[in-house]
């Protein structure tokens, strides 16, 4: 095998590696921004303070930078990297240096290039904010400093030239904290203003400056509210019972609430202006109330100080300082570890509208590439068309060279119900459950029905885009092709509209493949495909291969309504039931080969149009929501039993029931209108006749959470594969998708 696969790779590698020479010839390329300005406080200072003589707040000193490459101390309040590094990681560029570092030099100008760091430990928006640390630069000297800077730019690049380099560059400000802090402890400051006058004033300021950047070019702008600084270390000691400091957290939320609206007013006077909200608070809040989701054991005590949750004493030299980092949410009485700052910046870079509105830092860099005026664009042309030619002759030579080398993984085989049925159940002849019909289809490619019980693709199609494959296949359309092996060699999809983890359950609908038949199904594939591939061929193929596994919903509801189950069991035993059952499932799977499996907990399913119309105020059904929670907890343990018992098995779980609860109760953070009636349908709530041909559907179809009354939009639909694909820990863990391709 190795000798026939070297001859065909040899060429794709050598080719490869000029296309890789070729990209690199321009580094400026590889950057998704030329620079990024960062404005604010210790949370982002990347060593100003080192050159404050008169300051103390700094950390020049160990055990701070323990984990920074260097493994020295670099005036970073953090055990190794802070927010500001990791943004800069994330757009391709080296980490904005220390303005005072640079102030001096000669050749500062082209220093100030990639951008350049005003962030300052102990900084506010207040000038006088500092004035208990004796030296920090508050955030208006900040901005004289930039002013300076952007003289500089000016000087090199001319007018129109700095203004385009500004333009596309970042301008992070990351600042408050010190602000409310001085506030709360300050008596004279509590006797001049009231709590609100106090936020007030700090959005209005504040307001000022970042107009003040606009002036001088800045246009896109990463804002950052403040977290729940009443649950720092520092906060908790002065606690006996170590609780979080309530106060300081509700002015923080009310301040955030003011920043919020603020920065909708600026963008709605500033032309051009756009802007990226990270709600740090409610990130921060889900860490502490969550903290294993995160990969955190520690939430109060601090890693480096002294005392009491080593919060007596900060992080100096002769502190102590634990060994398990990373397990820990913070570094000092004060700071966030390395860890935590790296899961806010992933977050805020491609985290949800939950999080980061209206729009999160990916989009915000790609603002550039929607609006480069037309003088702009030329210029672009002209200085990058020999690269333009190289890369995209690379492009099509990889591509057409070996499309499979573009592929994540060789294969996605699917298993579940109607939430990811792409047409099996079109070839069940007494199946009440279909959906080849009207108006089922109507955002489809092709415009029409295909099985699938929604306006557009489901989940196993936007999966499998994901990982660079087409949709698998129905298995029912292939099972009797002669050249069946060779179509399931990228995939086939089991998945059965009506279909339960039990048997029994699709009675109702006369016909559907429950999950046992559907892994009898997968059987026959398999063996087909050691007979193509051969045994060790199949097995690593099969184990680099996706298993998808979406079912339990039919079971939940075919228990709520029967009493003949109900007599039979109690609610915990069909759940325990449906958990043992699948875990056979999934260790006959395994037996054939299956090693990464991506499985999804329920939704919220008493909240789902069907449901919503039985109920006179149009509520959810609190008892089926009930259940589905505690099924998803049953599920979730024996995912990790089983992980324990089988050798090499890995997944992904989906906290489908989170994230469906969210985009319920915050519908506008994800772009929709209606979570209550569905799209298609007829009577009450489009809930009390299906999508049927005779039935009406609505022309705003992604404004609408459901499309029919049991399944999501194909919009629904994406926001769950985003969020399972690259998601955050908090609803995909151990890992997510990204990550389970990768082990």
Same mark, same amino acid.
């Given at each position: @095998?190795?000798?026939?696969?070297?001859?065909?790779?040899?060429?794709?590698?050598?080719?490869?590696?000029?296309? !890789?020479?070729?990209?690199?010839?321009?580094?400026?390329?590889?950057?998704?921004?030329?620079?990024?300005?960062?404005?604010?406080?210790?949370?982002?200072?990347?060593?100003?303070?080192?050159?404050?003589?008169?300051?103390?707040?700094?950390?020049?000193?160990?055990?701070?930078?323990?984990?920074?490459?260097?493994?020295?101390?670099?005036?970073?309040?953090?055990?190794?990297?802070?927010?500001?590094? &990791?943004?800069?990681?994330?757009?391709?560029?080296?980490?904005?240096?220390?303005?005072?570092?640079?102030?001096?030099?000669?050749?500062?100008?082209?220093?100030?290039?990639?951008? =350049?760091?005003?962030?300052?430990?102990?900084?506010?928006?207040?000038?006088?904010?500092?004035?208990? $640390?004796?030296?920090?630069?508050?955030?208006?000297?900040?901005?004289?400093?930039?002013? #300076?800077?952007?003289?500089?730019?000016?000087?090199?690049?001319?007018?129109?030239?700095?203004?385009?380099?500004?333009?596309?560059?970042?301008?992070?400000?990351?600042?408050?904290?010190?602000?409310?802090?001085?506030?709360?402890?300050?008596?004279?400051?509590?006797?001049?203003?009231?709590?609100?006058?106090?936020?007030?004033?700090?959005?209005?300021?504040?307001?000022?400056?970042?107009?003040?950047?606009?002036?001088?070019?800045?246009?896109?702008?990463?804002?950052?509210?403040?977290?729940?600084?009443?649950?720092?270390?520092?906060?908790?000691?002065?606690?006996?019972?170590?609780?979080?400091?309530?106060?300081?957290?509700?002015?923080?939320?009310?301040?955030?609430?003011? %920043?919020?609206?603020?920065?909708?007013? !600026?963008?709605?006077?500033?032309?051009?202006?756009?802007?990226?909200?990270?709600?740090?608070?409610?990130?921060?809040?889900?860490?502490?109330?969550?903290?294993?989701?995160?990969?955190?054991?520690?939430?109060?005590?601090?890693?480096?100080?002294?005392?009491?949750?080593?919060?007596?004493?900060?992080?100096?030299? #002769?502190?102590?300082?634990?060994?398990?980092?990373?397990?820990?949410?913070?570094?000092?009485?004060?700071?966030?570890?390395?860890?935590?700052?790296? #899961?806010?910046?992933?977050?805020?870079?491609?985290?949800?509208?939950?999080?980061?509105?209206?729009?999160?830092?990916?989009?915000?860099?790609?603002?550039?590439?929607?609006?480069?005026?037309?003088?702009?664009?030329?210029?672009?042309?002209?200085?990058?068309? &020999? &690269?333009?030619? %190289?890369?995209?002759?690379?492009?099509?030579?990889? @591509?057409?060279?070996? +499309?499979?080398?573009?592929?994540?993984?060789?294969?996605?085989?699917? &298993?579940?119900?109607?939430? =990811?049925?792409?047409?099996?159940?079109?070839?069940?002849?007494?199946?009440?459950?279909?959906?080849?019909?009207?108006?089922?289809?109507?955002?489809?490619?092709?415009?029409?029905?295909?099985? $699938?019980?929604?306006?557009?693709?489901?989940?196993?199609?936007?999966?499998?885009?994901?990982? *660079?494959?087409?949709?698998?296949?129905?298995?029912?359309?292939?099972?009797?092709?002669?050249?069946?092996?060779?179509?399931?060699?990228?995939?086939?999809?089991?998945?059965? /509209?009506?279909?339960? #983890? +039990?048997?029994?359950?699709?009675?109702?609908?006369?016909?559907?493949?429950?999950?046992?038949?559907?892994?009898?199904?997968?059987?026959?594939?398999?063996?087909?495909?050691?007979?193509?591939? /051969?045994?060790?061929?199949?097995?690593?193929?099969?184990?680099?291969?996706?298993?998808?596994?979406?079912?339990?919903?039919?079971?939940?509801?075919?228990?709520?309504?029967?009493?003949?189950?109900?007599?039979?069991?109690?609610?915990?035993?069909?759940?325990?039931? @449906?958990?043992?059952?699948?875990?056979?499932?999934?260790?006959?799977?395994?037996?054939?080969?299956?090693?990464?499996?991506?499985?999804? *907990?329920?939704? =919220?399913?008493?909240?789902?149009?069907?449901?919503?119309?039985?109920?006179?105020?149009?509520?959810?059904?609190?008892?089926?929501?009930?259940?589905?929670?505690?099924?998803?907890?049953?599920?979730?343990? @024996?995912?990790?039993?089983?992980?324990?018992?089988?050798? *090499?098995?890995?997944?992904?779980?989906?906290?489908?029931?989170?994230?469906?609860?969210?985009?319920?109760?915050?519908?506008?953070?994800? /772009?929709?209108?209606?979570?209550?009636?569905?799209?298609?349908?007829?009577?009450?709530?489009?809930?009390?006749?299906?999508?049927?041909?005779?039935?009406?559907?609505?022309?705003?179809?992604?404004?609408?959470?459901?499309?029919?009354?049991?399944?999501?939009?194909?919009?629904?639909?994406?926001?769950?594969?985003?969020?399972?694909?690259?998601?955050?820990?908090?609803?995909?863990?151990?890992?997510?998708?990204?990550?389970?391709?990768?082990?």
């Amino acid at each position: @095998m190795a000798s026939k696969t070297f001859p065909e790779s040899f060429f794709f590698l050598i080719l490869s590696f000029f296309c !890789l020479f070729i990209m690199n010839f321009s580094f400026s390329e590889a950057q998704m921004v030329p620079a990024v300005f960062v404005f604010g406080d210790s949370l982002v200072d990347v060593g100003n303070n080192n050159h404050l003589h008169v300051s103390i707040a700094k950390a020049n000193f160990p055990h701070n930078g323990v984990d920074f490459p260097t493994k020295k101390p670099t005036g970073r309040f953090s055990n190794g990297k802070n927010a500001a590094d &990791f943004l800069a990681e994330k757009v391709g560029l080296q980490t904005s240096p220390p303005y005072l570092s640079l102030k001096n030099n000669k050749n500062r100008a082209s220093l100030f290039m990639n951008g =350049v760091s005003f962030a300052s430990g102990g900084g506010g928006i207040f000038n006088s904010t500092d004035q208990a $640390r004796h030296q920090a630069i508050p955030m208006t000297k900040q901005v004289d400093y930039y002013a #300076i800077v952007y003289q500089d730019l000016v000087r090199q690049l001319g007018s129109s030239g700095a203004a385009q380099h500004l333009s596309k560059s970042l301008f992070a400000v990351v600042i408050g904290s010190n602000d409310i802090f001085d506030y709360l402890g300050s008596f004279d400051l509590r006797k001049q203003h009231t709590p609100q006058q106090f936020f007030s004033l700090m959005t209005t300021n504040l307001k000022e400056q970042l107009k003040r950047l606009y002036g001088n070019g800045a246009r896109k702008f990463v804002i950052t509210g403040l977290g729940v600084i009443g649950c720092i270390p520092s906060e908790r000691v002065k606690n006996q019972a170590e609780g979080c400091n309530e106060e300081a957290n509700y002015w923080c939320g009310t301040y955030n609430d003011g %920043l919020k609206s603020m920065l909708k007013e !600026l963008k709605s006077e500033l032309n051009g202006l756009s802007y990226s909200y990270f709600d740090t608070y409610s990130v921060m809040h889900n860490i502490i109330q969550n903290p294993s989701a995160y990969g955190f054991t520690e939430v109060k005590e601090a890693c480096c100080g002294l005392g009491k949750l080593k919060a007596k004493i900060p992080c100096v030299p #002769i502190s102590t300082y634990c060994s398990n980092r990373s397990d820990h949410v913070f570094w000092d009485l004060y700071h966030p570890s390395q860890a935590t700052a790296r #899961i806010f910046v992933d977050t805020i870079f491609d985290g949800p509208s939950q999080y980061t509105f209206p729009i999160n830092v990916r989009h915000l860099v790609a603002l550039f590439f929607l609006q480069v005026p037309n003088k702009m664009a030329s210029k672009i042309f002209r200085e990058s068309f &020999f &690269f333009l030619i %190289l890369a995209f002759f690379c492009l099509f030579m990889m @591509m057409s060279f070996r +499309f499979s080398e573009a592929q994540m993984v060789p294969a996605v085989f699917v &298993f579940g119900d109607s939430l =990811v049925d792409v047409g099996n159940n079109n070839l069940l002849p007494l199946s009440v459950a279909k959906a080849d019909f009207p108006h089922n289809g109507v955002d489809f490619p092709t415009k029409k029905p295909t099985g $699938r019980f929604s306006n557009g693709k489901n989940a196993a199609d936007l999966l499998a885009e994901k990982v *660079g494959l087409p949709p698998s296949p129905p298995y029912l359309s292939l099972k009797n092709n002669k050249n069946r092996a060779s179509l399931f060699v990228n995939g086939v999809s089991f998945a059965s /509209g009506g279909a339960g #983890i +039990f048997n029994g359950t699709d009675q109702a609908l006369h016909q559907a493949i429950p999950m046992t038949k559907q892994v009898d199904y997968y059987a026959i594939v398999y063996q087909d495909l050691v007979n193509q591939l /051969g045994s060790s061929g199949a097995q690593q193929h099969l184990s680099k291969s996706l298993f998808a596994v979406v079912i339990g919903s039919n079971d939940i509801f075919d228990y709520l309504g029967s009493s003949d189950l109900r007599k039979k069991h109690t609610p915990q035993q069909f759940l325990s039931l @449906m958990t043992t059952t699948l875990k056979e499932q999934l260790k006959r799977l395994y037996g054939n080969g299956a090693r990464k499996f991506v499985i999804t *907990g329920l939704g =919220v399913l008493g909240c789902i149009p069907s449901e919503r119309v039985k109920n006179q105020t149009e509520e959810c059904n609190e008892e089926a929501n009930y259940w589905g929670g505690k099924y998803n907890d049953g599920l979730k343990s @024996m995912l990790q039993e089983l992980k324990s018992e089988l050798n *090499g098995l890995s997944y992904s779980y989906f906290e489908t029931y989170s994230v469906m609860h969210d985009i319920i109760q915050n519908p506008a953070s994800y /772009g929709f209108t209606e979570v209550k009636e569905a799209c298609c349908g007829l009577g009450k709530l489009k809930a009390k006749i299906p999508c049927v041909p005779i039935s009406t559907y609505c022309s705003n179809r992604n404004d609408h959470v459901f499309w029919d009354l049991y399944h999501p939009t194909q919009a629904t639909a994406r926001i769950f594969v985003d969020t399972i694909f690259d998601g955050p820990s908090q609803y995909t863990f151990p890992i997510n998708v990204r990550h389970l391709v990768a082990v």
